[in-house]
């Protein structure tokens, strides 16, 4: 079962438009990691979040964490239609696998 | 340096036939997993090895399904009498450090089996 759900389910945008994905899961964790998909290739790690910390960034994209309401959210600001992917959040519940959830679809429109 | 890699990329089968999916990891990786996605899913767990040992297989569906790694490297996800419902794309992942480490896990393009 997967314990992150990622909301919205899509996202349509204009190109240089921010996007604000939000990801809420069920248990306790060691870390949250953010995960671009783009349409039939594997997934490409973007950014990692510990539980201690509460906002991180790394080029164009911003994460937050919030441990005490089990959320996190990851912002692109300045969105590029290359931008275009699903993106999906993962948490690793002590001690297991990643869990993932559904994904965003983000479409960066031109 | 090179990244993950699955052979073959795109995989169809009859239903009943047995399949192979290979997975190279980053050379080095000690941890390396396995997950299934669905055609609009996030990926889910299927299994994990550190190094030859595989610590965990609870989310392999059914006995059908069987991974292993041999030499700490290379691994193999085998499944046996395929059914419509295996058709997914199949993920490996490796990561340097061994479970419980804070740790990227690298991902390699998948397999799309598809089983008619």
């Known amino acids: 079962s997967q314990q992150g759900e990622e909301d919205p389910q899509a996202l349509s945008i204009q190109e240089g438009e921010n996007a604000t994905m939000n990801c809420s899961y069920k248990?306790?964790?060691?870390?949250l990691q953010w995960y671009r998909q783009n349409s039939g290739r594997g997934l490409v790690h973007l950014i990692l979040?510990?539980?201690?910390?509460r906002e991180k960034h790394s080029g164009r994209l911003r994460v937050t964490l919030d441990t005490s309401k089990k959320s996190s959210s990851l912002l692109i600001t300045a969105s590029r239609a290359a931008d275009t992917a699903s993106y999906f959040c993962?948490?690793?519940?002590?001690?297991?696998?990643?869990?993932f959830g559904k994904g965003t679809r983000l479409s960066v429109i031109a | 340096g090179a990244g993950v890699s699955q052979s073959p990329r795109y995989k169809v089968a009859k239903r009943g036939q047995d399949v192979a999916l290979r997975c190279d990891p980053i050379?080095?990786?000690?941890?390396l997993f396995w997950y299934q996605q669905a055609l609009g899913q996030g990926p889910e767990f299927l299994t994990y090895?550190?190094?030859?040992?595989?610590?965990?297989k609870s989310g392999l569906p059914s006995d059908r399904f069987f991974a292993e790694r041999p030499e700490g490297s290379v691994s193999t996800l085998k499944i046996q009498r395929t059914q419509q419902e295996d058709s997914a794309v199949y993920l490996c992942a490796s990561s340097l450090a061994s479970l419980g480490g804070v740790d990227t896990q690298y991902f390699g393009p998948g397999t799309r089996l598809t089983v008619l």
């Open positions: 993962a948490t690793d519940p002590k001690n297991t696998p990643l869990v």
């Open positions: 050379s080095g990786h000690v941890s």
């Open positions: 979040i510990r539980s201690n910390e």
């Open positions: 248990t306790s964790i060691n870390n």
């Open positions: 090895f550190q190094n030859e040992a595989q610590l965990d």
